[in-house]
């Protein structure tokens, strides 16, 4: 029997909703890795709202804190006004995160999401070089706003802007040429050569790991030398951090390893902990040049995320859960490894770092089977990339190993049937 609610929203939402088609389920509550639907079905999460819920939904303790402010008459909605709320996250924050790694970095409070981090930041690096032109890289993506979809490669995505998109230069990102091209050497040689056309760019935008891009993982060798040669040159590095930070790849910022201090760091998704809106632009006090209400918005004070924030700060008093990341990691290496190995006519690639995976299936429309087949059997994940040929898997941080082994049995069996289906279509074709 059809559900009401589908049809209530198949009826009033407009046509760009997506997620809804790919998971035709009303959702109930969920806890933790499970989600609950209306049919009573529980679903383990490999998709945690996008990279939003990194500690699981509805954590026990960033719940109760989340309550207790509420039930307190605690400030909701304050602009950038003082709250005790956004001094204790701002303490906090500095004490656990910030200190800790030698960043002192000042604290921007943009909009509330992934999108206006980005924007901010971009806004930024052009108003502290006086330039222009960003550099951004291939299957890069930061956001559906107009000035962040002007650095995001995906030609779908950017078809949607019904604009020119300026002021950008994409370059190779590592390892997209493939055959040992050097993108760095190609850059610096465009920016120190008179006659290559590329004016002298405001900055440079990056994620260590591309997650909407395919779950591209740059190697610590080459964000290294891409932060040496944005020193030598005087551009701002920007790194996106908002789907790959806050412990997705094991430690808090994803760059950690590889031993850099971006000047701007964009955070957001699961900054809040408790799947509230949330960014904050991370910048160089130097760079911290906007003048008073220059930059604003409207919910950048949103106090029930400062207070959740503070709360999920706890993960990273000591290394317990980047330990537990690098450990649940390998184990979907392992596993995605067994699967590619057991369908090469798919011509797979295993991804990512972290719990931040994928799985390449250069086949037409294999992922995607993948992903649907898996939600039937109880799986919800997603495919990325430009043409959805990556099995994308974003499980929560905190996902018992139990469970985590038991979703990626589901997927192994997905990956079966799509292969099983995809030679038989190609057969009968024949």
Known sequence: MPSETLDVIDRHESAVRSYVRAFPEVFTTAKGHVMRGES???YIDFFAGAGALNYGHNDDGMKRALLDYIASDGVTHSLDMATTAKGRFLERFHEVILAPRGLDHRVLFPGPTGTNAV????KLARKVTGREKIVSFTNGFHGMTLGSLSVTGNGFKRGGA?????????MPFDDFMGDGFDGLSYLEHMLSNGGSGLDLPAGVIVETVQGEGGINAASFDWLKRLSDLCARWDLPLILDDIQAGCGRTGTFFSFEPAGIKPDII??????????LPMSVV???PDMDVFGPG???????GNAPAFITATEALRFWTDDTLSRAVEKKGAIIEAALTEMAERHPELKPQVRGRGLMRGLALHVKGVAEAVCAEAFRNGVIMETSG??????KLLPSLTIPEEALRQGLEVMAQAVDTAAAQQAKGASQAA
Do not use: I, M
């Not at 964009?266 to 799947?275: A, E, R």
């Open 294 to 300: 220059e930059h604003n918005g409207t919910f950048r």
């Open 40 to 42: 009573g079905r529980e």
């Open 162 to 170: 019904g604009l020119p998109l300026d002021n950008a230069v994409f």
């Open 266 to 275: 964009c955070l957001s998704k699961s900054l809040s902990g408790y799947g």
């Open 119 to 122: 924007e901010t930041a971009l």
């Open 386 to 391: 430009p043409d959805s040929e990556v099995a």
């Open 282 to 284: 991370l910048v160089r």
